[in-house]
């Protein structure tokens, strides 16, 4: 259906005494610098999501810790999606820039702390150095929770709902930016300088975004009387720090999924969500109003976004996952590999923001993009063992195509749906969906993987043994029951190799250079008794030990027969070498080749839910309301202004 919004007076009743419409007040100058500002703080959050991963590796080594390996993400993201709702009504209630400035002032703190990690002066803090550097992120991600939840309401404050749709692609395309700048960043700061400027590079970026911020940007209060759901703000935190945990915990198979310390985790989340929604539904301001649930487009907005997170986040890491485990990219280039998805999701987000401020609708245009995405997923669902990497290239930005709309337009319709003074709240609630649902999607499909992978390993070197000499057989065999013991680990750390054909080369290499070494030193020994102890040596091959019972001690008792029997005895070590290392060479191709298209195969069943998903975030689309937004015309001031900006 197709309505005009209401006035914010029928919306809302009467406005809160003292609300300033910002929209109005400020002149495009302040606009600018402001939103300059705000985008640098929002680059901080998405960039740091992306640029550590590439310096993990050494991170680890350096500060011997590998057993914490998964938790320098998993504190950021506990502490970045918890809070993300409490700073939204915050902002509501005290103003955008003071939540704005603090959340970036806590990041940087957080920033220079996790550069610090395991210097002598810190000593045994925590631990040691890689703890240190866990409950250092999770400080960072404090901070960026306020920079994600704040910065997308600015643009509602400080833009009128005809000039919202094109700013708010502007911060989408951020987050496609960072992903590229990320890695690439993130890498050459590792080699070239230190992993620890990966997080200080954050300092001079943040310190620039603090100065526009508080030179040009006002307050941005709605009006609201400041009174605080305390105990609303802890049960959300009891709801999702173990929520969070209990999916970490299972997805990483650090315990089972039906154990004591999951389950009770699960008991605990949902207590406190059920004690939340009881004392929301009875606070007078609360952190989240459940009447906001009672507004079609907020109620289906984030219940899409929900999907759209579980979806968006786990095509991005499977892909990476395809991609270096398929496709052959090393595992540091696997970040910028994604570009072209990368850079359909940045041109669609714009597009879709400028068509909507245009258009004045954004809902055929969020429909239009939720089909892509499907498309996305089905093209990707096509993937194979051999597909070429130029129609991944395709696919990679089709399904950029059709994400970017997501970014903007969601935020778009709900704050042109809500009240102004419930902005921030309802902007954060959106964002805290679609965290929680990719947190959600990423730990049901890494089960569909761990599971996937192990059952199609098994098949395709089931296959591969078909027609192969029963050596080769027996040794895919082993590889075989080693490799799926070990898939959920390998499937969890994209680019996690096992050793190259040369390494295992060299090690047959070296392993029959040393049997030769214990034979020679037998041999010239002269001592029959240790020539007689190799026959029974179960570490030399079978036909080499037949072939030294064979040879009589006579012929050990000179220097010349010694010398001939070693010779005798080289050949056959040489034959018996090449042997083993063509059984070797076949046995790793199969089994690269069966790796291959049981990762292929298991990715392309997770597109394929994908597209169920996407379905599910399409269905939510389609009972909200098709608002009519004030439209833009050519001769509207903010036309030169916006081409003032872009230039």
Not at 40 to 67: C, H, M, W, Y
Not at 218 to 246: M, T
């Amino acid at each position: 259906m197709t309505q005009k919004p209401p006035s914010p007076a029928g919306v809302a009743g009467l406005a809160p005494e003292g609300r300033i419409n910002y929209a109005e007040a400020l002149d495009f100058p302040a606009k600018r610098l402001i939103l300059i500002g705000t985008l640098l703080g929002l680059f901080l959050a998405a960039l740091d999501q992306t640029i550590v991963s590439t310096a993990l590796p050494k991170i680890v080594r350096e500060l011997n810790g590998l057993s914490l390996y998964s938790w320098v993400t998993t504190a950021y993201l506990l502490a970045s999606t918890t809070l993300v709702p409490i700073y939204g009504k915050l902002s509501d209630i005290y103003g955008r820039k003071p939540v704005l400035m603090i959340g970036i002032v806590i990041f940087l703190l957080g920033s220079a702390l996790c550069g610090l990690s395991g210097e002598a002066f810190l000593g045994n803090l925590f631990g040691g150095g890689m703890m240190q550097l866990v409950i250092f992120r999770g400080i960072q991600g404090l901070g960026a929770a306020a920079l994600t939840s704040v910065a997308f309401s600015i643009i509602a404050d400080i833009f009128a709902p005809a000039e919202r749709g094109k700013y708010q692609g502007l911060f989408g395309a951020v987050f496609g930016l960072s992903s590229v700048i990320g890695p690439l960043l993130g890498g050459f700061l590792t080699d070239h300088a230190s992993w620890r400027w990966v997080f200080y590079v954050n300092v001079p970026i943040g310190l620039i975004a603090l100065s526009f911020i508080f030179a040009k940007m006002p307050r941005l209060a709605s009006g609201l009387k400041p009174k605080i759901d305390y105990l609303g703000a802890l049960l959300i935190v009891i709801f999702s720090v173990p929520l969070l945990l209990a999916l970490t915990f299972g997805a990483d198979k650090t315990y089972a999924w039906t154990s004591a310390v999951v389950l009770g985790l699960f008991a605990t989340s949902v207590v406190a969500l059920i004690a939340f929604l009881f004392v929301e539904s009875r606070h007078e301001s609360p952190i989240l109003p459940l009447s906001l649930f009672k507004n079609p487009t907020f109620a289906w907005g984030v219940t899409a976004r929900f999907f759209i997170g579980a979806a968006f986040l786990g095509a991005i890491l499977f892909l990476s996952l395809y991609l270096v485990n398929v496709q052959g990219v090393s595992a540091t280039a696997a970040g910028t590999a994604t570009i072209p998805l990368t850079l359909g999701l940045i041109f669609g987000a714009v597009l879709s923001g400028q068509l909507a401020s245009r258009l004045g609708y954004y809902k055929i245009l969020i429909v239009i993009g939720l089909f892509l995405m499907m498309g996305g997923f089905l093209l990707l669902s096509t993937l194979d063992a051999d597909t070429a990497y130029g129609r991944v290239i395709l696919y990679m930005v089709v399904l950029g195509l059709g994400i970017g709309p997501a970014l903007p337009l969601f935020n778009l319709a709900i704050q042109n749906a809500v009240k102004p003074w419930e902005i921030g709240v309802a902007t954060s609630s959106g964002q805290f969906f679609q965290q929680l649902g990719s947190v959600i999607g990423t730990a049901v499909f890494g089960a569909v993987l761990s599971s996937g992978l192990s059952s199609n390993l098994n098949s395709a070197v089931k296959a591969a043994e078909v027609g192969q000499p029963t050596a080769v057989v027996a040794q895919l065999e082993n590889t075989r029951q080693k490799i799926a013991s070990s898939a959920s680990a390998s499937s969890s750390r994209a680019g996690a190799a096992g050793p190259t054909f040369e390494q295992i080369a060299g090690g047959i290499t070296t392993g029959f250079a040393a049997q030769y070494g214990v034979i020679e030193k037998a041999v010239r020994s002269g001592d029959a008794a240790a020539f007689t102890a190799l026959q029974s040596n179960t570490a030399l091959p079978e036909a080499l030990r037949q072939g030294l019972a064979r040879i009589p001690a006579q012929a050990l008792t000179t220097p010349q027969g010694q010398t001939q029997v070693l010779g005798q005895l080289k050949a056959n070590l040489d034959a018996a070498q090449a042997g083993v290392l063509k059984t070797a060479r076949t046995t790793f191709d199969l089994t690269a080749r069966a790796t291959k298209v049981a990762f292929a195969d298991t990715i392309s069943h997770i597109y394929l839910i994908s597209i169920f998903v996407a379905l599910l975030a399409l269905l939510s689309v389609l009972p909200m309301p098709n608002l009519k937004m004030p439209t833009r015309t050519k001769g509207d001031g903010e036309q030169s202004n916006m081409a003032a900006l872009e230039m």
